[in-house]
Structures are given as structure tokens and as C-alpha cells.
């Protein structure tokens, strides 16, 4: 159905406050190149998915 929204809750928030917070105190984040701080975070974001069975999908828009 085109316009709809739909709301999931793959991850706990206190999940999400985790990996961003691990970031934050990663020495080395700041210093990264935006498109590597964006692997990095994806990376983290899968791992925690992954640990409570979720399957995290990119899906571009044609």
C-alpha cells in the first residue's frame, strides 16, 4: 500500500543507546571519514541485531 506507515521495534532502545554510546567512547570514531563512520555503525548495529535474531535489510528505493 503506497503512502502507509508501518512501525517496527527491531532493536530495545537501550540497545541502540549502547552501540551509539560505545561509539561515542571509541577513541578513534571521531577521527573517522563519515562513510567509515557509517560501516562502523552498521557493523555495530548488526552484531546487536543479530544477538536478539532480527535481520537487518538495507532496501533502496528504484
Known sequence: MRGSVCNYILLELEEVKKVTEQARLDEHFEALPLKE?????????????????VLLKLRKKK
Open 37 to 53: 563512520k557509517a560501516a562502523y555503525l552498521t557493523a555495530q548495529f548488526q552484531k546487536a541485531a543479530e544477538k536478539q535474531g
